[in-house]
């Protein structure tokens, strides 16, 4: 699993950095309007949803093994 662990880190590092690329980008004319705090706040939203969704399958994955191990 730790191909999978690997994956994960490098998703999550990703999905992060994107967003912080997209505030920056966002704050760039020097003030922050009401739509680039909207858009932050749904760019924040998607990035836990994606993390929570690995977390998710990762532990899923776990309990599989872990099931399989049983099995034998």
Do not use: C, P
Request: a negative charge; charged letters at 45%; proline letters at 0%.
């Amino acid at each position: 699993m730790a191909y999978e662990d690997a994956k994960a880190d490098v998703k999550k590092t990703m999905r992060e950095a994107d967003n912080k690329a997209r505030e920056t980008w966002r704050r760039a004319d020097g003030e922050e309007s009401l739509s680039d705090k909207v858009a932050n706040t749904g760019d924040d939203i998607r990035t836990g949803l994606g993390n929570a969704g690995d977390d998710i399958r990762a532990e899923a994955d776990k309990i599989h093994t872990d099931v399989d191990r049983d099995d034998v």
